[in-house]
């Protein structure tokens, strides 16, 4: 049994859903982050880092995962699903999981700092981010133009991949244009998997996400 410590964010959703994707059993705990949940000795134990997701597999003498990339990974392994034995294309699925892990992520989760959560509206910043947000998802399109999904077959790299991509209007990120990522966009959200994935720990609303606690939380996982 994998034990899942998360909260309703683009990270903690990569997880819940390649959990849902691979059919493994799993059990959840929501990390209170505007209580600072993820901060105290407890969970500081498990992840020096202080961020979710973590997870616990209870059927390998307890052994603990982090960072989302990570554990993408192990349970990749650990299932052998959704990460090709192919050495080629192996790599390739995990070279698209890093381009999400140290650009799309990182650039959108500043664009969210700097557009909705900075008390001083620093215009640079402000176009910085959300410039390079367009940029990172602008090349997702063009890889995303003769296939269905980011290395053909659907993979861990997409699932890392798009609860990001999916909040570009919230980051001020524009996708006019990018047909392609919208196409993947929709076709990803059809997945039932990635639907249960996405009400982990519960499902947060457009209306919600004005509320200052959410915005408390939010700002925790960039």
Do not use: C
Not at 9 to 32: C, D, Q, W
Not at 37 to 57: C, H, M, T
Not at 139 to 151: F, G, I, M, W
Request: aromatic share 8%; charged share 25%.
């Amino acid at each position: 049994m994998i034990e899942l410590l998360t909260a309703g964010t683009p990270n903690g959703h990569k997880v819940s859903i390649a959990l849902e994707e691979m059919n493994i059993p799993y059990e959840f705990r929501a990390i209170n982050l505007s209580n600072l949940e993820q901060k105290q000795p407890e969970f500081l134990a498990l992840n020096p880092n202080g961020r979710i997701p973590v997870i616990i597999d209870h059927d390998n003498d307890d052994f603990v995962v982090f960072e989302s990339g990570a554990i993408l990974l192990y349970l990749a392994e650990k299932s052998g699903q959704l990460l090709p034995q192919d050495s080629k294309q192996r790599s390739q699925v995990i070279q698209w999981l890093m381009f999400q892990m140290a650009g799309v992520g990182p650039m959108m989760g500043q664009a969210n700092v700097f557009n909705r959560y900075a008390e001083e509206k620093i215009e640079y910043a402000i176009n910085r981010y959300t410039k390079e947000g367009r940029r990172l998802l602008a090349v997702l399109d063009q890889q995303l133009a003769d296939k269905e999904y980011l290395v053909g077959d659907y993979s861990i790299a997409d699932i890392a991949t798009f609860p990001w991509a999916r909040i570009h209007e919230w980051s001020g990120v524009d996708v006019t244009g990018l047909d392609n990522l919208q196409r993947w966009l929709a076709l990803m959200e059809s997945r039932p998997a990635v639907q249960r994935g996405l009400s982990v720990p519960e499902p947060v609303s457009e209306q919600e996400t004005t509320d200052d606690k959410i915005k408390s939380i939010q700002k925790f996982v960039v």
